[in-house]
């Protein structure tokens, strides 16, 4: 009998040991999706609105804040074109950035633009004064995993290299905004007459690079100040957007005084 339970008990120890081998030598979970790392928040926004100038302010705390979890807060402040035949006519505006808006507003389903509007990570819309409604979604944004991987650089004072990485079955579209800080207008007419607004993340050019092929994409774009632009207060701006949804998939951000690393 004592040489039984002498058995017993070996067998016992040996599976024991061939337990805690296992628990030890298990292979780690894979890793899940890549940490969100930036959140964009766009505003559409004109000088000729009176209600715009809390938006503007709103996204000037925003840029300098950056998420619940630490993603870095992208702002791009389009200046849209509609306002300006109220008067006074706002030295930012485009009217590629109101076709931007209004393909938004397709995606959105809504009646047509307005200002200001707030578009954050290209999946949720909201009056652009809204900080609470903000800053709620801005955090949402940044829990959501993180689908393309950028990387941008300089090889020269006036020229970006640029780098995507994402699933070989995501599409998007490669796009480089450069926005200014700083800037102020006095304006003189419209509905903000006799005001002093101000202004960061100005876009002052946005453009397509290209689109990712098989979740990939590497190329270079050529980048020169305009003569009224302060360098100190310029920053470039990458983001993939997926073209049919408008979904950001990824974004990443670069000052501009950083570029003359490259010389």
Known sequence: MRRASAWV??????????????????????????????????LFTSEGCSSCPPADE???????????????II?????????DHQGWRDRFSSHAYTQRQEQYAARFRLEGPY???????????????????????????????QQAE????????????????????ISGEVRLAITEDNLMSKVGAGEN??????HSAVVRDFRLLGQLKHGRFEGQARIKAAPDWKTKDLRCVLLVQEPSNGAVLGAASL????LSAGK
């Open 255 to 258: 000052p501009w005084t950083s």
């Open 150 to 169: 950028i990387q941008i650089s300089a090889n020269a004072p006036d020229q970006l290299l640029v780098g995507v990485n994402a699933a070989e079955n």
């Open 75 to 83: 702002t791009l402040g389009f200046h849209v074109d509609y306002w």
């Open 58 to 72: 709103l996204l000037s705390r925003m840029r300098q804040n950056p998420s619940t979890n630490g993603a870095e």
């Open 115 to 145: 200002t200001p509007q707030m578009v954050i990570d290209g999946g949720a819309e909201f009056v652009g004064n809204d900080s609470r409604r903000a800053q709620q979604t801005a955090g949402e944004a940044a829990a959501r995993p």
């Open 193 to 198: 007459d006799g005001r002093e607004l101000h």
């Open 9 to 42: 008990r070996g067998i016992l120890l040996l599976g024991l040991v061939f337990l805690l081998g296992a628990f030890i030598l298990k292979p780690a979970p894979s890793p899940g999706p890549a940490k969100r790392k930036a959140v964009v928040v766009e």
